[in-house]
Every structure is written in structure tokens, then in C-alpha cells.
């Protein structure tokens, strides 16, 4: 076995050795892996999306940690890969795509949307995880209000492996949180238009018309975040023809 040429004759071959080492968890042969990382340029001669199939298996590993050297020698620094963190944190992370990949950026310093873009990756990831990247960053949300703000950027499906993931790449508190999460998601509490109990032809047969619809749809579902017992029908019709009361006493 010669990695030297064995690597030379295929330059993926590289990234697949750290793949090999996190899927079966073991530690790369002191040989092998001088000369993974010696060699390690010639992987900009690799087409994007070979090299993000290998990354994406490697992430989702049972010990993705085994190939810190990958990242931390800056082999894949030509992504925007040269972690500046010590990346053990991976393994204990929710072995979701999605997530993985917003902490690996994380620990690299580089939002996931030119990375994504650099590896010809798929919208789906280069959105959830430069939305869950931007979560990472951010104080957590302190009331239930807030959570529910954030759900437009960050769908509440991923918030369990977004609090996860700071508790792991943090050690932070996430208790309070999720006690949040828990209590939006225990009573339905609504946070988008389509779960308001009433829908634009409610509007219409009010006497609302084209835009005007539409804004009044965004005012409810910002009364309904911050009082979401008050998603009643018959409660934000009543708000709907008290405003409408309002606006005719003005004019």
C-alpha cells in the first residue's frame, strides 16, 4: 500500500479515507494520513459535487470527529472549510444533514450560503442551514412570542436539534427554551397565517378587498402570537369589525 500513489491516482480518494475513519470509527494510520494532508490540494481539481457527497456522508458518520485533521489542517480551507474550533462537538450532534453542516460552518467562522454555493449543494440545505447557522449565533428566544417569530425563519421541526446542538457545541443551558418549545407545540399555538382560525374569504365577506386583506391577515397573526387563547373565530372577527367601527368614527 502506497498512499502517495494511490491518492495521486485519485485525489477523492483523500476525503475518503477521513470518510472511512468517522463512518467505522477508527484513526488513520500516521502514514496515510501525512500524506492525505500533504496531498490535500490536489482536491481542488475534484468536481464540487463528488466533493460534497463525500462531505455529507462524513458528517452524518457515527464519529465525523475522527476527521478533525480534514478540517482543522485547512485542506478543505478552498470551501471555506479550516476550522478555527475544535470540531469533537460533531459526534454528539443530531445526526441530521441539515444540522451538522450549520455547526461544521459554525466552527469554521463562514456562514453555509457561499459554501453551500461552493460545493453546488442543494437549496434545501444551503437555506435550513444558513437559517439554523443564524440561530446558533443568536441569544436563544426568551418569551414564547419570540420562538414563534423565529419559526418563519427557522421551521419549529428543527428547533429539537437546534437546542441540542447548542447544548453541544456550547454546553449551554437549554432548558428554558425547550420548556418553551414544549408549551408552543403542547397547545397548537399559532404562529403562521394558515393556522388562524379565520382565512381571506372571511375578510372578503367583511367588505375587505385586495391588499387590505393581506394586511389584515399579518396584524392578526401578530395579535394571535402575542395572545394565541384569542385564535377564535369569532374573537378576531370581532377585532376585524371593531377596527373597521374605529376607522369609520375617525373618518
Given at each position: 500500500w502506497d498512499p502517495a500513489l494511490r491518492f495521486s491516482e485519485d485525489a477523492l480518494r483523500i476525503l475518503r479515507a477521513f470518510r472511512?475513519?468517522?463512518?467505522?470509527?477508527?484513526?488513520?494510520?500516521?502514514?496515510?494520513l501525512e500524506t492525505a494532508l500533504r496531498?490535500?490540494?490536489?482536491?481542488r481539481k475534484i468536481s464540487a459535487e463528488r466533493i460534497f457527497s463525500e462531505l455529507v456522508r462524513l458528517l452524518c458518520s457515527k464519529a465525523p470527529s475522527n476527521a478533525a485533521e480534514l478540517f482543522t489542517s485547512g485542506a478543505l480551507g478552498f470551501l471555506g472549510l479550516a476550522a478555527r474550533a475544535d470540531v469533537s462537538a460533531l459526534d454528539a450532534l443530531p445526526n441530521v444533514r441539515e444540522v451538522r453542516f450549520a455547526a461544521l460552518c459554525a466552527l469554521c467562522s463562514r456562514?453555509?450560503?457561499p459554501v453551500c454555493a461552493a460545493l453546488k449543494a442543494d437549496n434545501h440545505l444551503a437555506k435550513t442551514a444558513g437559517a439554523l447557522y443564524e440561530m446558533l449565533l443568536r441569544p436563544l428566544p426568551a418569551s414564547d412570542a419570540e420562538m414563534k417569530r423565529r419559526f418563519a425563519k427557522l421551521p419549529p421541526e428543527y428547533w429539537e436539534h437546534l437546542l441540542s446542538a447548542r447544548a453541544a457545541l456550547f454546553a449551554e443551558d437549554v432548558s428554558a427554551a425547550r420548556g418553551i418549545l414544549q408549551k408552543i407545540a403542547a397547545n397548537a399555538e399559532p404562529w403562521k397565517l394558515s393556522m388562524l382560525a379565520v382565512g381571506g374569504a372571511d375578510l372578503q365577506r367583511l367588505g375587505l378587498r385586495g391588499p387590505e386583506i393581506g394586511r389584515t391577515l399579518e396584524a392578526l397573526l401578530r395579535h394571535v402570537v402575542?395572545?394565541?387563547?384569542?385564535?377564535?373565530?369569532?374573537?378576531?372577527?370581532?377585532?376585524?369589525?371593531?377596527?373597521?367601527?374605529?376607522?369609520?368614527?375617525?373618518?
Open positions: 472511512f475513519a468517522a463512518q467505522l470509527d477508527f484513526s488513520i494510520e500516521p502514514q496515510t496531498l490535500a490540494p490536489s482536491l456562514e453555509p450560503a402575542q395572545n394565541p387563547a384569542d385564535n377564535q373565530r369569532e374573537i378576531l372577527l370581532g377585532l376585524i369589525k371593531g377596527h373597521k367601527a374605529e376607522d369609520k368614527s375617525r373618518n
